[in-house]
């Protein structure tokens, strides 16, 4: 509408100003970046997908960069040193860099305790049977190895009778045992799947092994989620947006093409885990976790007590605040 008349123009002038400034207010600037590093991938990392590709962290105006490390050594690192904002790893990564002076913390659980196989060589009738064999790893004093040292343990076999070869992720370690250069690892779905499909042995589970123990979390630098609360509670929002789509009926045709397609599963190993995600709530961390995991690193390491309370590891602070 054009405005004639100057009187008119002189009022209209000051309010095309204040609604720009509203607008200019008002509008969120999207695109925030965070810098996030996984070690590998697999059905637990479902939600982070979803997050991406259905607009969920857009939404709460961030972007997400996913980096595979395949290497918990140099995804730990690169968290510390600030190459990422945030990190997907186990507790147990959290507890020896905060021991080692880091300002790591977790900050949520990002996904429950996998059902992780240990997955042996179609020669290896039993974990007795890994007694001078090589055993593949992430790292050989991290993660799950610190598990999988208990359990040889618990199966009368002591450091020296068997060897860690540190060879990164998932992927990786599939590839040593089909290759014949390992005899056992730790594989979750659906890598060990494909395994147990070609005539390797299924020697035990982490779920019969090690009932209750954590599974992965989010960390993060205290000195950043200090400075980016605001990112933080964001990206917390996102996954937990992400967590309820999977879990709503109305998506599932969605969240069926979203996984395969990332992980090359077929599609009864999707549905599977698809169900898993569906009759489980969001996962959860708390102190009593925090501290098995804490014990058991002091056993795996010889170290003296006192040992460090959960809450030198921990901080939930930002996951209540960001769900109120």
């Not at 898993?276 to 170290?303: H, N, S, T, Y």
Request: charged share 25%; aromatic share 8%.
């Amino acid at each position: 509408m054009t405005v004639h008349n100057r009187p008119y123009r002189r009022l209209l002038l000051p309010l095309v100003l204040v609604c720009s400034c509203w607008l200019a207010v008002a509008t969120p600037v999207f695109g925030q970046t965070i810098r996030l590093a996984m070690i590998s991938e697999g059905t637990n990392a479902w939600p982070l997908y979803v997050a991406q590709e259905e607009g969920f962290f857009t939404r709460e105006g961030l972007h997400v960069e996913i980096t595979l490390t395949r290497s918990s050594a140099r995804q730990l690192e690169g968290l510390k040193q600030g190459a990422f904002e945030i990190g997907i790893q186990q507790s147990d990564h959290i507890v020896r860099a905060v021991e080692g002076g880091s300002d790591l913390f977790i900050f949520m659980a990002q996904a429950h305790a996998p059902e992780l196989t240990l997955v042996g060589a179609p020669d290896v009738a039993s974990i007795e049977g890994l007694r001078g064999r090589s055993v593949a790893v992430d790292g050989t004093r991290t993660g799950y190895a610190l598990l999988l040292r208990k359990l040889l343990a618990d199966h009368g076999l002591k450091e020296g009778d068997y060897t860690f070869r540190e060879l990164g992720g998932s992927q990786e370690r599939f590839d040593a045992l089909q290759g014949g250069q390992a005899a056992a690892s730790w594989l979750n779905p659906p890598f060990d799947r494909r395994l147990l499909a070609n005539g390797f042995r299924r020697l035990a589970t982490t779920g019969e092994s090690f009932p209750g123990y954590p599974g992965q979390i989010a960390g993060a630098r205290r000195s950043w989620a200090r400075a980016n609360e605001g990112h933080l509670a964001a990206f917390i929002r996102a996954l937990d947006a992400a967590y309820a789509w999977l879990q709503d009926p109305k998506n599932r045709g969605e969240a069926m093409r979203i996984l395969p397609a990332r992980l090359n599963l077929d599609a009864r190993a999707a549905s599977d885990a698809l169900e898993q995600f569906a009759k489980r709530p969001r996962p959860e961390i708390d102190a009593d976790g925090v501290q098995q995991v804490a014990d058991l690193f002091w056993e795996a390491e010889g170290l003296a007590p006192p040992k460090g309370e959960p809450a030198k590891y921990m901080d939930l602070s930002y996951l209540r605040k960001a769900r109120q």
